[in-house]
């Protein structure tokens, strides 16, 4: 009797070890950071060319049935100080179509950079000369807008955050059999300047 004692302790304690693990629940993977769907991904080019891996903002996207309105922050030039370049608010509307997207508008909300570039350059010439060239330009036309000269930084690094944008939507929202859509034109802009 008292050697079954010792076993009959065993055996119930591998019972209860066992049947302890198998009602256990799997372990759970840790869920990625809020907000990291929201990084988007750019590459910032300075004043001498170099290239590196910066990451925007999609503050704000909504989907409408023909387009997407974004609402980007980004760093244009880091070769100021902090002082002077801030985080720009940028909106970009990208239309759908099963050919990729297509910027319909581009308009700045908060100028983060340098209220006057080294070349006498300012916002306003920057919003009169060089976003118009944007609307109706796709991922693979955009390399075909000139850069603003003595605004370079700033205008070089419009063209990667649109890109950015426009490389982004074409993934989230592939549109098939939704037909490219003719140019857009915008007539309330035009009309109220």
Known sequence: ?????????????????????AGAPPPVASAPALGTERILPYVHVDGFGTETDEAAWIAWEFEAQAFVK???AFTS?????????ERSLLYIEVAKSEKGGKIRKLWYEYWGDSPKFPSGSDRKQVESEF????????LDTLDKI????????TTV????????VLAYHNAKYPAP?????????DATSSATE
């Open 1 to 21: 009797m008292r050697r079954q004692l010792p076993l009959a302790a065993a055996a119930f304690a591998l019972a209860a070890l066992f049947s302890g693990c």
């Open 70 to 72: 974004y609402q980007v």
């Open 77 to 85: 030039c880091t070769c100021r100080p902090e002082s002077i370049n």
């Open 131 to 138: 976003v118009p060239l944007f609307p109706n330009k796709k």
């Open 146 to 153: 000139d850069t603003i000269a003595g605004a370079t930084v």
């Open 157 to 164: 690094n419009l063209k990667q955050i649109a890109k950015a």
């Open 177 to 185: 059999g939704v037909p490219e859509p003719a140019d857009f034109v």
